[in-house]
């Protein structure tokens, strides 16, 4: 595909007395070029995710930033998923969440030193570790932003605020790697939540001795995460 490209208005005529070779030329430049650099609207076009959400727009998340009332739900939900998930047990028995926030979006922040069992065969941090941190970095983000609802504790509704529903896709990029002994600081935000869908953000960094103060370390994987949320609730009774 890379080498192969659609001429505007069919094939290059070959040189000759009307068309010179050094005009065929121009003309293939010309044309490659406006294949490959199509007019983009800023407005419609978009990346899948925003790595740098959390830190171009959103203030940092540190310990005298988090809210108490977050944290505890989110910790709540945490612990009430954790006994029915083995690989969660196996993966992130030591995970610790050390701040969240459900204002303006919801948001959390966890720390998970790394072992063997987190790394691949050449002894780095393993991808399916990267996938798994997504997948409860964005339930948690999720969890975070429900307890910030104002919502009337009755049939169905402790229920919704204790689940955070099902993955439906998942992007992750390797921008570098970790090792044994390693902290990674885990961050993950809601781009945005509807009555169905959930979308987060996510990124991996290297913890720095300075992240009690907003400083941020290497950054190790960014993605994306969406979640259908009515999986897993009780449907709502219609009123009579």
């Known amino acids: 595909m890379a080498d192969s490209?659609?001429?505007?208005?069919g094939a290059i005529p070959p040189a000759s007395s009307s068309t010179?070779?050094?005009?065929?030329?121009?003309?293939?430049?010309?044309?490659?070029?406006?294949?490959?650099?199509?007019?983009?609207?800023?407005?419609?076009?978009?990346?899948?995710?925003?790595?740098?959400?959390?830190?171009?727009?959103?203030?940092?998340?540190?310990p005298t930033t988090?809210?108490?009332?977050?944290?505890?739900?989110?910790q709540r939900v945490w612990d009430s998923i954790r006994p029915n998930s083995a690989i969660y047990n196996l993966l992130l028995s030591d995970i610790v969440l050390v701040a969240a926030v459900s204002h303006p979006t919801g948001r959390i922040l966890a720390h998970l030193t790394l072992?063997?069992?987190?790394?691949?065969?050449?002894?780095?941090?393993?991808?399916?570790?990267?996938?798994?941190l997504c997948d409860w970095a964005g339930g948690m983000a999720i969890a975070a932003s429900i307890a910030g609802d104002e919502l009337n504790v009755g049939e169905?509704?402790?229920?919704?605020?204790?689940?955070?529903?099902?993955?439906t896709d998942m992007h992750l990029s390797y921008c570098s790697t970790a090792r044994e002994g390693d902290t990674l600081e885990v961050e993950a935000w809601v781009s945005r939540r509807g009555r169905k869908l959930g979308f987060t953000g996510f990124e991996i960094r290297k913890r720095v001795d300075g992240w009690k103060r907003g400083e941020k370390g290497e950054v190790v994987v960014v993605g994306s995460h969406t979640k259908y949320l009515p999986f897993g609730q009780k449907p709502r009774e219609e009123k009579e």
């Open 66 to 74: 988090s809210s108490a009332l977050a944290l505890t739900h989110v």
């Open 156 to 167: 169905g509704e402790q229920d919704r605020k204790m689940t955070t529903g099902v993955s």
């Open 115 to 132: 072992k063997p069992i987190h790394l691949n065969s050449k002894r780095i941090l393993h991808g399916a570790v990267s996938g798994t």
């Open 20 to 62: 010179t070779q050094a005009e065929a030329q121009t003309q293939t430049t010309e044309s490659s070029s406006d294949s490959q650099q199509p007019s983009i609207s800023p407005e419609k076009d978009s990346l899948p995710f925003t790595p740098s959400l959390s830190t171009s727009i959103l203030l940092p998340l540190i």
């Open 5 to 9: 490209f659609t001429i505007a208005g």
